[in-house]
């Protein structure tokens, strides 16, 4: 409720700027200087942690007043489609997130990919006997631990549970993505059973042996791109802040190397900055075009 009343008092704002602009008049000639103040949206998962806290570092390292806000799943694109944030770097597809691709999509500005090679399924310790969401029988209490309620791949999870026969009476528990970390930590010591709801790039990769249940029916698709969305008119009224976003992307190892270091007790911005400091070609290439 409170990102919500922020997001609200930041619209409002936008709406008396605009309305203070008309009043004052302008007209063909005249050019007015780019607003600073940007919102970025994100849902608190450790990729979008970690992409998030870069790109708002690198915007605000050219002179911009950049404010994260954190929200649920179906939330960050409404904010974005109805323009109380400005953009994400956030958004899944063609599958996680492609409910809510559909139904804001036309709302929205679309940049294209950030991150290519990005992949969501059930995921286990490798040293469990099954590799196949086919060959689950009554492993972990016939229980898949879950992320937050709404996000893609618990949807994604829960059509698993109706698509595969052998899992007619399994449940997906729904917690935190925090949560399933810590659950699949606690597992792995005792090694006993535990299959999460995965996706990657995720740290949790580089810190534990894990794998994919192979998934015949498809039904958590193929491999996945992380894309940035804007809100209409950003490229109008801040081009030098939509031309960073339209540049940005980075690969899975990039964006790791960041959830490491947060993962490990650094704070996502000391981690950004870390991270520009020691990649500052590619910085450079996201930013060559502001004027």
């Not at 008092?9 to 605009?18: H, I, L, S, V």
């Not at 698993?160 to 792995?188: F, H, R």
């Not at 109008?236 to 899975?252: G, I």
């Amino acid at each position: 409720m409170a990102a919500s009343l922020a997001l609200a008092a930041c619209g409002d704002k936008d709406k008396d700027e605009t309305a203070k602009d008309k009043n004052e008049g302008t007209d063909a000639n005249t050019t007015t200087e780019e607003s600073k103040d940007i919102n970025l949206a994100y849902v608190e998962w450790d990729t979008e942690i970690a992409s998030t806290n870069v790109v708002g570092a690198v915007l605000e390292d050219l002179g911009y007043n950049v404010t994260l806000t954190p929200l649920d799943n179906a939330i960050m694109w409404e904010a974005v489609s109805n323009g109380e944030a400005d953009a994400m770097v956030a958004a899944w597809l063609p599958h996680t997130h492609a409910a809510q691709y559909d139904k804001y999509k036309d709302d929205l500005l679309e940049l294209g990919p950030n991150l290519e090679g990005a992949k969501i399924g059930f995921v286990v310790p490798e040293y469990m006997k099954v590799d196949s969401i086919e060959d689950l029988k009554d492993e972990a209490d016939k229980t898949i631990t879950g992320i937050e309620p709404g996000a893609g791949v618990v949807a994604a999870s829960e059509k698993a549970l109706e698509e595969y026969e052998n899992l007619k009476d399994w449940s997906v528990q729904t917690s935190s993505s925090g949560a399933m970390t810590v659950a699949l930590d606690q597992a792995i010591e005792g090694k006993n059973d535990i299959i999460v709801t995965g996706w990657s790039p995720h740290w949790k990769f580089a810190k534990y042996d894990l794998k994919y249940l192979e998934d015949p029916k498809e039904v958590f698709g193929g491999e996945e791109t992380i894309n940035t969305f804007t809100r209409k008119d950003l490229d109008k009224d801040m081009p030098n802040a939509y031309s960073v976003l339209d540049a940005f992307e980075w690969t899975s190892d990039d964006l790791e190397t960041v959830m490491l270091e947060v993962t490990d007790g650094k704070d996502p911005k000391e981690a950004a900055r870390d991270w520009i400091e020691a990649n500052k070609d590619k910085v450079d290439a996201w930013t060559k075009d502001v004027k």
